[in-house]
């Protein structure tokens, strides 16, 4: 699960209710005219459905999993993996990059591999790879403007809930004991419009975008060591070049990986002392 996703909605419900408290009100007049959560959420997302292709549409459970899911990028690992694919191809060769190519797991990365192994010029290898990246980003690009343009309707489902509430309320004009609350349930359709675009929407349209630029950082990470390796440069210059896509604290942790792995491959402590 993706914590920082679930603490932040709790956070931001939390206050609500508590600065709700504060003014004199109860938790349960949130939920007192449950027809204004169904007016916002019903109404704005059938009018994103509208403005989307039903395939997309019905991936709407995908991207809330998404959302609310953690994907771990290893950085450190595949730098490692990278420059010891590279060393091994300085020593013997492109070839015998084959056997090594068959146990990554990671599909992108061993289809590069696979193609520097039979010999794909390296342009081609970029051009396909390049074109992966890109169409991944295009359809995680989906969920992040479904959820960005139901957080543009529901404000405006809001204002639509409190015309309604008040056109009721007009009704009633010659009851002036219930026009406070019949005033203040008019108002609560808009309250219900800006949480859901403001605290579940926008946010969860913000985070699919980070979570798909962290993965695209770190395909074109992988085409980089491989175009490297194809190019026979030194696993040295390899995982510098590697360490260029990350932030200083993360270089830490994937130069601390490697001395991991040093300690128990002797042969690889020239590189330690490099990394």
């Known amino acids: 699960m993706d914590i920082a996703t679930i603490l932040g909605l709790i956070a931001g419900l939390v206050t609500v209710v508590v600065v709700l408290i504060m003014d004199g009100g109860t938790p349960a007049e949130l939920f007192a005219h449950p027809s204004a959560i169904l007016l916002i959420v019903g109404g704005s997302l059938s009018a994103t459905i509208i403005t989307t292709p039903l395939k997309i549409a019905m991936q709407l459970p995908k991207f809330i999993i998404q959302a609310f899911t953690t994907r771990n990028y290893d950085a450190g690992a595949t730098i ?35 193609m520097v192994v039979d010999g794909v010029d390296s342009e081609q290898v970029a051009a396909i790879l390049e074109t992966g990246i890109e169409q991944m980003r295009a359809r995680h690009k989906h969920g992040i403007t479904f959820f960005a343009s139901a ?17 009721s309320v007009l009704k009633q004009l010659d009851n002036p004991s219930v026009l406070g609350e ?8 808009t309250l219900w419009g800006l949480f859901m675009a403001n605290l579940i929407y926008l946010p969860i349209s913000g985070k699919l975008k ?13 085409l980089e060591g491989i175009l490297a390796i194809q190019a026979g440069e030194n696993p040295r210059i390899v995982r510098e070049k590697l360490n260029a896509f990350l932030a200083p604290g ?14 128990k491959a002797p042969a690889g402590k020239p590189e330690k002392a490099q990394a």
Do not use: C, H, W
């Not at 590279?86 to 590069?112: C, P, T, Y």
């Not at 957080?151 to 056109?167: D, Q, R």
């Open 80 to 114: 490692n993996l990278l420059a010891k694919l590279a060393d091994r191809a300085r020593r013997d060769g492109l070839l015998a990059l084959e056997e090594d190519s068959k146990k990554i797991k990671d599909k992108f990365l061993q289809k590069g591999i696979m």
């Open 151 to 167: 957080g543009a309707f529901a404000p405006t489902f809001g204002i639509i809930g409190t015309v309604m509430g008040l056109i």
């Open 182 to 189: 019949s005033i203040a349930a008019a108002f609560l359709a």
């Open 210 to 222: 980070a979570k798909s630029e962290e993965e695209a950082r770190n395909r074109y990470m992988q």
């Open 250 to 263: 993360e270089i830490k942790d994937g130069e601390a990986k490697a001395r991991g792995a040093d300690r």
